[in-house]
């Protein structure tokens, strides 16, 4: 149940003086959290944080005063000079004065009275406004403020601005956070003492304070106490709403898996290479937790091409020395088809069996592979998401290994995980997620991180090319072709619609196969999964030289001897994005490059992205520069990210914030896991403020 304390902050905006029915539907629309069914709250006014200020501090002479800058002058009222009758919508303009010249104070449609009133001649006001200079002389429309000087001292010289919607003002809405803050009831501090201390957070209500009531418009900042402090309040309620949910995974007792370590021996024997350093660091860290009783929560974090699949391969093999079955859970069809690949020619040498379960499988073939599945005939399942499915049961599902984790929900992670008795889980990412966002989207979760890549491994020199010279590019493309390399060309990413992706592959495909006839192959996305089988395959056998693809090739694909990839408008991708392709090659023994063929003129961002792709192939390095480029939000892409947005705090701002919160929520959870001390207690209502509630239930769900 939701502390009582906090109903005030809970009540409907529509409690508030104010705010009738047609106000508090526009603060739905502006304020209330994303699929918030019952409106905006008082919480949610509060959280609705000015984004800049009027700041009407600035004193200036008329003489001096700057273009379009908010100024307040000292002017003495002259005379008016009032539209004619015929041209009513004329301004009526107030002539005022002062030492250093004459300014036009402009009204449109004002009654004379109200303007004789606000503006009686002879006397001396402050008016505040922006001014516009034209042909040499100045004006002010519609001044902000005018007022004696009495007045002006009891008005707020710097007044915050509040993002807003049609229809709702600025002065109504200010009204609401005022009679909002009139209900904020004091709470009690869910913030560690010495962390409060070191940081020099004020008190939650206090820094709520500071911010819609800024002194000063710096008092706005990100990185002043108040804004940071509210930013750590979002980061710890997130981080602690995973803090519960990984304490409650790790309530169901795991198992260990793993024995002596013979099968691992025999696996690692049956690869033609040897482990790289990276590998060997990543595999001893999951040998470990696989061991011990509690359940594994890993992240193998890994750039492209670095060799995951192999560790996983390891990692499998240690569950099969305790009888227990491995499923690994690919986003893609083609992508599960990769791993399959990629693993069965290990597996017989291994002495695993394994068996590939997708969408396509049916009918008596299906049924074979889910009775081995189910009489613990295989030891490798891979897979989509047809692994979850209700009637694909396991005879002992010990581990779970999830690649390119971030495209699956939180919730399918759970379902296929429901089939084993409390299985390790180890999830994959070829996406270099910075540490912040590691921390955002998965809090706890203990990471490896694969640094490297197998030795012998050329770089690929990456070259940007304008589109004008297409010409030298498909020429380069021909000598490639003739010295018996493979090309990837990646068509345009067309927003509009998946159609006209589809057509400009089409049409590139038609204009390559003029100069190269029937070594073009072409997989898109509409193509059914064997006609993309079929057309990898060819390209993988040699049969073609040059694969033209919409974005499909994006994960997985492993062709070790393509050499070359083309990226066409490579200004529309991003830069994780040109990252993931470009991994598509270098993955042989063989010197590699990777063309980006850009349409001039290029923008700011894409200019910058292009740089980077320049100069690194450090896809950790790559990820922090897209963070930056372009915010978090988009980093991963919106669709199913499972990463979450927040409201106030900005994770690149304020990251390190996220790393105290996690080992704030951590240090509270081991001494007190039921968060029944009078600072769980206060916890409590801190994960209702952000609606982190759901995490709370996992307390009671004991
Ligand atoms: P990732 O999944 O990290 O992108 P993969 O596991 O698909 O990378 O490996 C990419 C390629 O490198 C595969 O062809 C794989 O066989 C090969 N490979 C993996 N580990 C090594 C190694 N230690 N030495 C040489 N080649 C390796
Ligand atoms: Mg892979």
Same mark, same amino acid.
Request: net charge neutral; charged share 25%.
């Given at each position: 149940?939701?502390?009582?304390?906090?109903?005030?902050?809970?009540?409907?905006?529509?409690?508030?003086?104010?705010?009738?029915?047609?106000?508090?539907?526009?603060?739905?629309?502006?304020?209330?959290?994303?699929?918030?069914?019952?409106?905006?709250?008082?919480?949610?006014?509060?959280?609705?944080?000015?984004?800049?200020? /009027?700041?009407?501090?600035?004193?200036?002479?008329?003489?001096?005063?700057?273009?379009?800058?908010?100024?307040?002058?000292?002017?003495?009222?002259?005379?008016?000079?009032?539209?004619?009758?015929?041209? @009513?919508?004329?301004?009526?303009?107030?002539?005022?004065?002062?030492?250093?010249?004459? /300014?036009?104070?402009?009204?449109?449609?004002?009654?004379?009275?109200?303007?004789?009133? =606000?503006?009686?001649?002879?006397?001396?006001?402050?008016?505040?406004?922006?001014?516009?200079?034209?042909?040499? $002389?100045?004006?002010?429309?519609?001044?902000?403020?005018?007022?004696?000087?009495?007045?002006?001292?009891?008005?707020?010289?710097?007044?915050?601005?509040?993002?807003?919607?049609?229809?709702?003002?600025?002065?109504?809405?200010?009204?609401?956070?005022?009679?909002?803050?009139?209900?904020?009831?004091?709470?009690?501090?869910?913030?560690?003492?010495?962390?409060?201390? @070191?940081?020099?957070?004020?008190?939650f209500a206090d820094a709520l304070q500071a911010l819609h009531?800024?002194?000063?418009?710096?008092?706005?900042?990100?990185?002043?106490?108040?804004?940071?402090?509210?930013?750590?309040?979002?980061?710890?309620?997130?981080?602690?709403?995973?803090?519960?949910?990984?304490?409650?995974?790790?309530?169901?007792?795991?198992?260990?898996?793993?024995?002596?370590?013979?099968?691992?021996?025999?696996?690692?024997?049956?690869?033609?290479?040897?482990?790289?350093?990276?590998?060997?660091?990543?595999?001893?860290?999951?040998?470990?937790?696989?061991?011990?009783?509690?359940?594994?929560?890993?992240?193998?974090?890994?750039?492209?091409?670095?060799?995951?699949?192999?560790?996983?391969?390891?990692?499998?093999?240690?569950?099969?020395?305790?009888?227990?079955?491995?499923?690994?859970?690919?986003?893609?069809?083609?992508?599960?088809?990769?791993?399959?690949?990629?693993?069965?020619?290990?597996?017989?040498?291994?002495?695993?069996?394994?068996?590939?379960?997708?969408? $396509?499988?049916?009918?008596?073939?299906?049924?074979a592979k889910l009775e081995s599945i189910v009489n613990g005939?295989?030891?490798?399942?891979? !897979?989509?998401?047809?692994?979850?499915?209700?009637?694909?049961?396991?005879?002992?599902?010990?581990?779970? +290994?999830?690649?390119?984790?971030?495209?699956?929900?939180?919730? &399918?992670?759970?379902?296929?995980?429901?089939?084993?008795?409390?299985?390790?889980?180890?999830?994959?990412?070829?996406?270099?997620?910075?540490?912040?966002?590691?921390?955002?989207?998965?809090?706890?979760?203990?990471?490896?991180?694969?640094?490297?890549?197998?030795?012998?491994?050329?770089?690929?020199?990456?070259?940007?090319?304008?589109?004008?010279?297409?010409?030298?590019?498909?020429?380069?493309?021909? $000598?490639?072709?003739?010295?018996?390399?493979?090309?990837?060309?990646?068509?345009?990413? +067309?927003?509009?619609?998946?159609?006209?992706?589809?057509?400009?592959?089409?049409?590139?495909?038609?204009?390559?196969?003029?100069?190269?006839?029937?070594?073009?192959?072409?997989?898109?996305?509409?193509?059914?999964?064997p006609e993309k089988d079929t057309a990898m395959a060819d390209?993988?056998?040699?049969?073609?030289?040059?694969?033209?693809?919409?974005?499909?090739?994006?994960?997985?694909?492993?062709?070790?001897?393509?050499?070359?990839?083309?990226?066409?408008?490579?200004?529309?991708?991003?830069?994780?994005?040109?990252? &993931?392709?470009?991994?598509?090659? !270098?993955?042989?023994?063989?010197?590699?490059?990777?063309?980006?063929?850009?349409?001039?003129?290029?923008?700011?961002?894409?200019?910058?992205?292009?740089?980077?792709?320049?100069?690194?192939?450090?896809?950790?390095?790559?990820?922090?520069?897209?963070?930056? =480029?372009?915010?978090?939000?988009?980093?991963? !892409?919106?669709?199913?990210?499972?990463?979450?947005?927040?409201? /106030?705090?900005? +994770?690149?701002?304020?990251?390190?914030?996220?790393?105290?919160?996690?080992?704030?929520?951590?240090?509270?959870?081991?001494?007190?896991?039921?968060?029944?001390?009078?600072?769980?207690?206060?916890?409590?209502?801190?994960?209702?403020?952000?609606?982190?509630?759901?995490?709370?239930?996992?307390?009671?769900?004991?």
């Open positions: 149940m939701r502390p009582s304390i906090l109903d005030p902050l809970f009540a409907s905006v529509s409690t508030l003086n104010g705010v009738g029915p047609k106000v508090s539907a526009l603060l739905a629309g502006l304020v209330a959290p994303a699929g918030a069914e019952d409106g905006a709250r008082v919480r949610d006014l509060l959280f609705h944080l000015p984004s800049g200020v /009027i700041d009407r501090r600035r004193r200036e002479e008329i003489a001096t005063a700057p273009e379009g800058v908010l100024v307040t002058l000292e002017v003495r009222v002259d005379r008016y000079v009032m539209p004619s009758r015929e041209a @009513r919508s004329q301004p009526a303009r107030v002539m005022a004065q002062d030492a250093t010249g004459e /300014i036009a104070l402009t009204y449109f449609r004002a009654q004379p009275q109200w303007l004789e009133k =606000l503006l009686p001649i002879g006397e001396t006001l402050l008016v505040s406004g922006k001014v516009d200079w034209f042909n040499g $002389r100045p004006s002010m429309i519609h001044p902000d403020f005018v007022g004696s000087a009495e007045d002006a001292a009891s008005l707020p010289l710097v007044e915050p601005v509040y993002p807003l919607t049609a229809g709702l003002s600025s002065r109504v809405l200010r009204r609401g956070v005022d009679s909002a803050f009139a209900k904020l009831p004091a709470l009690p501090e869910w913030i560690e003492p010495s962390v409060l201390k @070191r940081e020099g957070f004020p008190a009531n800024p002194a000063d418009p710096s008092d706005l900042g990100l990185t002043k106490p108040s804004y940071r402090r509210l930013a750590y309040d979002e980061f710890m309620a997130s981080q602690m709403a995973l803090a519960l949910a990984r304490q409650n995974a790790r309530k169901q007792p795991g198992r260990i898996l793993g024995t002596d370590g013979g099968l691992r021996a025999r696996a690692e024997g049956a690869l033609p290479f040897i482990l790289t350093d990276g590998q060997r660091g990543a595999l001893a860290e999951i040998y470990a937790d696989m061991g011990r009783p509690d359940r594994m929560l890993r992240l193998l974090q890994g750039d492209v091409g670095a060799g995951k699949t192999v560790v996983a391969l390891l990692a499998m093999a240690a569950a099969k020395e305790s009888r227990a079955q491995s499923a690994l859970l690919a986003p893609t069809e083609i992508l599960a088809r990769q791993h399959f690949a990629g693993l069965a020619r290990y597996c017989d040498a291994a002495g695993l069996s394994i068996v590939l379960l997708t969408g $396509r499988d049916n009918g008596r073939v299906r049924k005939d295989t030891d490798i399942i891979v !897979g989509t998401h047809a692994l979850f499915q209700d009637d694909v049961a396991y005879h002992d599902l010990g581990l779970v +290994v999830v690649d390119e984790q971030h495209r699956f929900g939180v919730h &399918q992670r759970l379902t296929l995980t429901r089939k084993g008795r409390a299985p390790d889980l180890l999830v994959m990412t070829a996406t270099p997620i910075p540490r912040t966002l590691v921390l955002a989207a998965f809090g706890d979760m203990d990471v490896s991180r694969l640094y490297g890549k197998p030795a012998g491994r050329k770089p690929i020199t990456t070259v940007a090319v304008s589109f004008d010279r297409l010409d030298e590019v498909v020429a380069r493309a021909g $000598r490639a072709i003739e010295e018996g390399d493979k090309l990837y060309w990646v068509c345009p990413l +067309v927003e509009e619609s998946e159609k006209s992706d589809l057509t400009a592959a089409e049409e590139r495909a038609d204009v390559l196969r003029q100069f190269f006839g029937d070594k073009v192959g072409l997989v898109h996305g509409r193509m059914t999964g390209f993988k056998s040699g049969r073609t030289r040059i694969v033209v693809a919409t974005t499909v090739i994006e994960v997985g694909v492993d062709v070790p001897d393509a050499s070359i990839i083309v990226i066409e408008h490579a200004e529309r991708f991003g830069l994780s994005q040109l990252h &993931q392709l470009r991994g598509r090659v !270098g993955r042989g023994d063989k010197a590699s490059s990777c063309v980006l063929l850009y349409r001039a003129p290029l923008g700011e961002t894409a200019k910058a992205r292009i740089a980077v792709m320049r100069e690194t192939e450090d896809g950790f390095r790559i990820a922090e520069e897209d963070l930056k =480029l372009r915010g978090e939000g988009d980093l991963l !892409g919106t669709r199913q990210s499972g990463l979450q947005s927040f409201r /106030i705090a900005r +994770v690149e701002e304020h990251a390190d914030l996220m790393e105290i919160a996690r080992d704030d929520a951590r240090l509270l959870l081991a001494t007190d896991p039921d968060l029944a001390s009078p600072r769980g207690q206060a916890m409590r209502a801190l994960l209702y403020l952000f609606g982190k509630d759901d995490a709370i239930r996992l307390l009671r769900a004991g």
